[in-house]
Nanobody, 119 residues
């Protein structure tokens, strides 16, 4: 059973960098044909796809966030992380990580971590 667990700072000040990490257990982030996504949900809004890192390290981002976002991974700890710089209050959201496998998007999800951007 694959499990994902997000962790993050909770509170970030405007203009700083937001960093959230997803720890994966029960499966490897290098398993062929998998990809590992970040999705967020701002208060009162729907889910927004942020970006993804594939099993071989390729990254893709929502065009509106591409200039501020990056995704990295640590194979020794089976974790992947989202960094979002120059944050504003509009980046306040619950951040989720999820696995995509083959043609199935989001077959496993973490429980989410709240990140609030505020001074």
């Amino acid at each position: 059973q694959v499990q994902l667990q997000e962790s993050g700072p909770g509170l970030v000040k405007p203009s700083q960098t937001l960093s959230v990490t997803c720890t994966v257990s029960g499966g490897s982030i290098t398993t062929v044909a998998t990809a590992w996504s970040w999705i967020r949900q701002p208060p009162g809004k729907g889910l927004e796809w942020v970006g993804v890192i594939s099993y071989n390290g390729r990254t893709f981002f929502d065009p509106s966030l591409k200039s501020r976002a990056s995704i990295s991974r640590d194979l020794s700890t089976n974790q992947f992380s989202l960094q979002l710089n120059s944050v504003t209050s509009e980046d306040t959201a619950v951040y989720y990580c999820a696995r995509d496998s083959g043609n199935v998007w989001g077959d496993y999800w973490g429980q989410g971590t709240q990140v609030t951007v505020s001074s």
